[in-house]
């Protein structure tokens, strides 16, 4: 549960818990496509580059679905495509816009501070991070600026004791429009800077390593999501005139490739950028990743899918400490089964998702030399994307944090810290 200083929100001014963008997706459907060869896989992800279509999932199994968000204008013939493939699409979302207002209240329904039962703004999630900053085991710092201007903020929670201990970090927000994976992130720093429950497996963590937490990575294209349109995935500088923004997860300067994952076109969802961390949010990513030589651990989180994965992404040929990778994948995929019953799928990125190049995990592991770099995909796994429901929050932060205790105590144990 939530720490009573928490519960009693923060106050920090007028902010909408529930804002309604401007830009609405009524009609728009959201298919799932079961592909039957890796041959279909290449066709679909053709098809979906043709119509210039919003790919929400690509399968690395062929037992997955290939998720797609199409537009009423392009659904008759982006359909008749798929079937000339001898493939069906299935309408998971008939009516994208209906799930959003049905998910999200309306503008008129304000909240007046931060709430951990809401998706919050930027503006209050930063507020409630500097009021961390009177526990003595929390410390507030600037990771830089947005290219809007905001302050990429984190935290370290540390229990001040030795000089050289290991560290994890935590971010989430990458992409705009995941919101769960920016409240995980919250509950996350709320257990560890509080404890609340007095759980002795976090003062045995504390004892071993260091902990950063940055809940809000790509702010600008986050804020965007909230006020102007849901689906924004990407940052928001200008790159073309009509087309804003850069897929910042394509961006990291760890064999960075648009042809691989990503995209050459300003105007698509994973436009990669003009060259490698051309944006200043990657370029702070990167800086806090290199710039930090004890980090042990990387967790990058995202929506949705459940999966833990590790690199990398840019090539299927296995890192050589994969073995390692996998075994503290699978530890926290296993508490988090023991959680509510939901089922991670734990491997690496191009065997289990697909291929994309300029990652953040890749990065960090590759470019700094932290060893145990993961992707995680939080739920669901086909009810509602993207669009997740409050009703999320909680149990997402709780099977998210129960994975990552596990992970982080047999880190101590493997590594033998």
Known sequence: MWTKSVLILVFIGSCFSYPS???RYDGHSVLQILPKTIGDVHELMSLAQKYHLDIWKSPRFLNETFDVRVNPEQIANF??????????????????????DNTEPTRSRRATSFSTGAFNDHASINSYLDSLASNSRVTVHSMGHTYEGRTIKYIKISNNVGSSKKAIYVDGGIHAREWL???????????????????????TLLGTFDFYFAPVVNPDGYEYSRTQDRMWRKNRRPVIHGCNGVDLNRNFAYHWNPDNGGSHNPCEEVHSGTHASSEIET????????????????????????????????????PADYRDLDHLGRTAATAIRHTHGKSFTVGEDTRVLYAAAGGADDYAKGACGVKYSYT?????????????????????????????????????RYEHL
């Open 21 to 23: 963008p401007t830009k």
């Open 181 to 203: 994976a920016v409240s995980t992130v919250l509950y996350m720093i709320d257990q560890m800077a509080h404890n609340p429950t007095h759980d002795r497996t976090i003062e």
């Open 79 to 100: 359909v008749h495509d798929v079937e000339s493939l001898g493939l069906k699409a299935k309408q998971w979302i008939i009516d994208l816009q209906k799930l959003i």
């Open 283 to 318: 370029r702070n990513i990167q800086n806090f990743l290199c710039g930090h030589g004890n980090l042990l651990a990387y967790l990058n989180v995202h929506t949705y899918g459940q999966y833990w994965i590790y690199p990398w992404g840019y090539t299927p040929v296995l």
């Open 376 to 412: 995680v995909e939080l739920r669901d796994t086909g009810l509602h994307g993207f669009v997740a429901p409050t009703s999320y929050i909680i149990p997402a932060g709780e099977e998210t944090f129960a994975g990552f205790k596990a992970f982080a105590t047999e880190l101590i």
